[in-house]
C-alpha cells in the first residue's frame, strides 16, 4: 500500500533517494537544493540506506566524486542548484561523455549577476545542450516519480546518459503537499540494481576511461552520444509505462491538459502548468476554449510528437521562465522548431515570465490567453508578463 | 582516416580496451613530412639526437651503407624516418649538416605515392 504524506518537494526527492538507495551520494550545498541533500543524509545518519555520502568542498569536486564513483560501478548521485550547477559545469559536460548514468536532482533557481535565489530556469537551460536527458517537474509528486523513470533510463543499455530532474526552485523544493509514496519493496523491485556492463573496480577485466580523443576519433564518440539519445526518446516512453503500472500515473513527453477543442493553448513548464491549470479551470467553466501543453522530456525534445499536438491550434503562446540573451528563449525556440514541417503554421507569440522568482498569477495567464484569442500576436516579438515598464 | 574504426565499432563513450598505447599512432597529427636522401647523408646522427620522438630509428651496420660522396658508411646509421610516430616538426631537416631533409607537405606526399 502506497501512503500519502505531507511532504515538500525536496523531501519527496530524498524519500525517493532512501528508497533507491543509491551506492554513493556527493553534493555540495546550495540554496534551494540544500534541504534534498539535508534530508537524505538524516537517512543516512539514521541508518536507513547504505549510501556513502562524500562531504566535498565544492560542486566541481561533488560532480567529479559522482563520476569517479558511476565509472567504479557505483550507482551515483549528486544534486545541485544554480550557481552549484555553474560551478561544476566542466564536469556535467564531460559526465553524458563518458556515459555515466548519474541521476541528478536539480531544483530550479535563477543565475548570478544580480544574485538571486528563488526560481527560475536560467540554470538548467544553460546545460541544455550538453548531452544530459532533462525531465522537468510540476511539483513534489512528479518530482518523486521522476526519479524512478530518470534512474532507469540512466541505466539502460540502449542509453547510459546522466539524467537531470529539475523542479522549481522554492516553489516546490520548499512547498509541502500531499506526495504519495509507494512502498520500498515496490521501489526496491522497480530499480533494481545498476548491473553495468564494465566498470573500474572489475580488475580482471580491465580497460581505459576517459582517454584522449583528437581530430581522428572525438567526433565518432560525438556521434555515439547522439545516438544514445535518440534511443532515449523511445526508452522513456517504455520506462514510463512500466512505471505506470506501480504508480498509475502516466508518463508521456508532455501533458496535455483541457486541449480538446482548445482555440488557444500555451505551452509552460514546471510548476507554472499549475497555476495555469486552474486558470483553464475558470476559463472553460465560462466556455473559454483553451488549453494547456506542459512538456516533461525537454531533452530529448519531442518535435514530432509536439507537432502533431499542435498543428490544429490556431493559436498559441510560449511561456519561458529563462531569457536566452540574443535568441528566441529556450522553450520557444524549440516549439518554433517543432513547427517548421507545417504548412499551415498556428500563430505563435513568445512570453518571459517569472525570472529570479517573480510570481506569475492566474490573472495573468488569463490575459495571456485573452491576446491570443485576439490574434494580436507577433511570432517574431518577445512579450514580458509581470514586468514594470 | 579511412582504416580507422567508425562509431558503430568503437567501444562506448570513448572508453578503450586496456594495454593499446603501442597501438597508438601519434604520426596522424603530421601535416609537413620529412624527405631523406640517402645519397647525401653522412650518418652523423645529429638528426637522431635531436628528434623529440626518437622518431629515426639506427642500427649497427658492418657491411656499412652508401652514402655521401658514394662512401660507405660502417657502424651505426640511421634508417627511413618512423612515420607512425614522426610529428614533422622540422627539426631534423634544420639541424641536419649536409641539408639531406626537406621538408614537403603531406598531401603532396600521400598525391606522389598514389601517382
Known amino acids: ?389 | 582516416m579511412a582504416n580507422k574504426k567508425g562509431w558503430h565499432d568503437l567501444m562506448r563513450g570513448a572508453d578503450l580496451p586496456p594495454a593499446t598505447s603501442l597501438e597508438y599512432k601519434t604520426g596522424s597529427w603530421r601535416t609537413m613530412r620529412p624527405v631523406f636522401d640517402p645519397t647525401d647523408c653522412i650518418h652523423c646522427m645529429i638528426c637522431v639526437a635531436y628528434c623529440p620522438d626518437m622518431a629515426i630509428p639506427i642500427i649497427k651496420n658492418e657491411d656499412g651503407v652508401t652514402g655521401k660522396g658514394g662512401r660507405l658508411y660502417k657502424g651505426v646509421v640511421r634508417l627511413e624516418t618512423d612515420f607512425d610516430y614522426c610529428k614533422g616538426c622540422g627539426i631534423c631537416a634544420q639541424e641536419c649538416p649536409t641539408k639531406c631533409i626537406t621538408m614537403i607537405r603531406e598531401e603532396e606526399a600521400v598525391e606522389s605515392s598514389s601517382k
Open chain 1, 1 to 389: 500500500m502506497s501512503v500519502i504524506k505531507p511532504l515538500s518537494g525536496a523531501q519527496a526527492v530524498a524519500e525517493a533517494m532512501r528508497q533507491i538507495n543509491p551506492d554513493v551520494v556527493s553534493a555540495y550545498p546550495i540554496t534551494p537544493q540544500t534541504p534534498i541533500v539535508e534530508y537524505f543524509a538524516e537517512f543516512v545518519a539514521n541508518g536507513l540506506v547504505e549510501t556513502e555520502t562524500i562531504p566535498v568542498e565544492s560542486e566541481h569536486s561533488a560532480m567529479s566524486a559522482a563520476v569517479g564513483a558511476s565509472a567504479s560501478g557505483a550507482r551515483a548521485m549528486c544534486a545541485t542548484s544554480s550557481q552549484g550547477l555553474a560551478l561544476m559545469w566542466e564536469v556535467v559536460a564531460a559526465t553524458p561523455g563518458l556515459r555515466l548514468p548519474i541521476v541528478m536532482p536539480v531544483a530550479n533557481r535563477a543565475l548570478s549577476a544580480p544574485i538571486n535565489i528563488h526560481c527560475d530556469h536560467s540554470d538548467t537551460m544553460g546545460t541544455a545542450t550538453i548531452g544530459w536527458i532533462q525531465i522537468f517537474s510540476e511539483n513534489a509528486q512528479e518530482s518523486y516519480e521522476n526519479m524512478f523513470l530518470a534512474l532507469r533510463l540512466a541505466e539502460h543499455k540502449d542509453v547510459l546518459l546522466p539524467v537531470m530532474v529539475m523542479q522549481d526552485g522554492f516553489i516546490i523544493s520548499h512547498g509541502v503537499e500531499n506526495v504519495k509514496i509507494l512502498e520500498d519493496d515496490v521501489v526496491k523491485k522497480f530499480v533494481d540494481d545498476r548491473n553495468p556492463d564494465r566498470y573500474l573496480f572489475d580488475v580482471k577485466n580491465p580497460y581505459t576511461i576517459g582517454p584522449l580523443a583528437l581530430p581522428d576519433y572525438y567526433f565518432e564518440i560525438k556521434r555515439q552520444q547522439e545516438e544514445a539519445m535518440i534511443n532515449a526518446k523511445k526508452v522513456y516512453l517504455e520506462i514510463g509505462e512500466e512505471l505506470s503500472k506501480i504508480t498509475g500515473n502516466k508518463y508521456p513527453y508532455f501533458e496535455e491538459y483541457r486541449m480538446e477543442d482548445a482555440e488557444a493553448a500555451i505551452i509552460v513548464l514546471a510548476s507554472a502548468a499549475g497555476t495555469a491549470k486552474d486558470a483553464i479551470d475558470e476559463m472553460r467553466s465560462h466556455g473559454g476554449k483553451v488549453g494547456l501543453i506542459k512538456p516533461k522530456l525537454f531533452r530529448p525534445f519531442p518535435y514530432k510528437e509536439m507537432r502533431d499536438a499542435l498543428k490544429n491550434i490556431p493559436v498559441i503562446g510560449v511561456l519561458d521562465r529563462s531569457i536566452s540573451f540574443g535568441s528566441y528563449a529556450p522553450l520557444y525556440t524549440e516549439i518554433r522548431n517543432s513547427l517548421f514541417e507545417l504548412e499551415n503554421k498556428p500563430l505563435l507569440q513568445s512570453y518571459i515570465f517569472g525570472l529570479g522568482g517573480r510570481d506569475i498569477f492566474k490573472a495573468e495567464i488569463k490575459q495571456v490567453f485573452e491576446e491570443l484569442l485576439s490574434g494580436r500576436v507577433n511570432s517574431e516579438e518577445q512579450k514580458y508578463i509581470g514586468l514594470r515598464g
